[in-house]
């Protein structure tokens, strides 16, 4: 009986990386909040960068003032010592947190920035230090233009996955809306999945993705109004095509809505956008009824904006 107990080890006898290892399948409140609370031993581990290869502040991001959430970014970046391997944060607000998440990037291979306000040129300035991105989300970014996109183009060579989706008006303000999309076409010939909704962008410019970027199996082109497609033509010339999403705006038994038309809807309600950015983050769901009563816009413009 003393020989099979001594085969069993007490939780807090465990090497810090191990205990580490353990830990990174937690929760970040119970990484937080609960383990620095056990002993020692554990408060350690939780502090070794093991712990923090993976951080999801997203949550976080939408119930915390951004002087918290920079606090909390930077903590854990650092803590992570290097190692950095994902981090999902959104509506950064200081450029200087950007800048500080690429000095620390040296293994990081999926970054999630959406509804962020960094401009194009930190992202020029700094996007060499992203070498390792393969997964890259920067939708709803509004400043972030063709240039930026260009230098991640031309920087991150194992680039695979891109979601650049945008809002209809932010969309709308572009000087020039297919700059964003040639850059793609032009310098991420490995992407495998691309996410463009709500571009302004024509079907040459789609097109022109397609032969620029060999490998793509995955286009979402929900909103890209100007968009006009025919699928058997997709499926002969880019066989490795498997998943193309394309929602036109049509009412049932009634005309196509165009770019015009629609940003004239758009623009018509004020309040309309604050509507649109809380569905998309989840934050209202309501029957369409419902919506259709509060919002004097025409059922199938409801239905797509709800669809996103």
């Not at 923090?52 to 970014?73: E, K, T, V």
């Not at 934050?283 to 239905?303: D, G, N, R, T, Y």
Request: charged share 20%.
């Amino acid at each position: 009986m003393e020989e099979e107990q001594s085969e069993f080890r007490h939780w807090d006898e465990l090497l810090p990386d191990v205990l580490g290892l353990i830990f990174s399948y937690l929760s970040l409140k119970e990484l937080l909040e609960v383990i620095p609370c056990v002993c020692k031993s554990w408060s350690k581990a939780v502090m070794g960068p093991l712990c923090w290869q993976y951080i999801d502040l997203f949550q976080w991001s939408i119930r915390w003032q951004p002087h918290q959430l920079d606090r909390m970014l930077r903590m854990l970046v650092a803590r992570s010592g290097g190692s950095l391997r994902s981090l999902h944060v959104a509506g950064l607000q200081n450029e200087s947190n950007f800048s500080f998440i690429t000095e620390n990037a040296g293994s990081l291979q999926v970054l999630r920035l959406p509804r962020s306000e960094i401009s194009g040129p930190i992202v020029e300035e700094t996007t060499q230090r992203l070498s390792t991105i393969t997964f890259l989300d920067l939708s709803h970014c509004p400043k972030i233009g063709a240039k930026a996109i260009e230098a991640i183009g031309k920087h991150c060579k194992f680039l695979v996955t891109l979601c650049r989706n945008m809002h209809f008006l932010d969309s709308a303000g572009k000087v020039e809306p297919e700059d964003e999309a040639n850059a793609i076409a032009a310098t991420m010939p490995r992407l495998k999945h691309l996410e463009l909704r709500c571009h302004f962008i024509s079907t040459e410019c789609v097109l022109n993705i397609l032969s620029g970027c060999p490998h793509l199996e995955h286009l979402d082109i929900k909103g890209c109004l100007e968009v006009e497609l025919d699928h058997q033509f997709l499926k002969d010339e880019f066989p490795k095509l498997k998943n193309l999403l394309e929602l036109r705006l049509r009412n049932v038994g009634g005309p196509y809505i165009g770019y015009h038309e629609f940003i004239d809807w758009i623009y018509g309600f004020s309040y309309l956008r604050m509507w649109v950015e809380c569905w998309l983050n989840g934050e209202i769901k309501l029957p369409l009824s419902v919506i259709e009563c509060a919002i004097p816009c025409p059922s199938f413009i409801l239905q797509y904006l709800l669809s996103m």
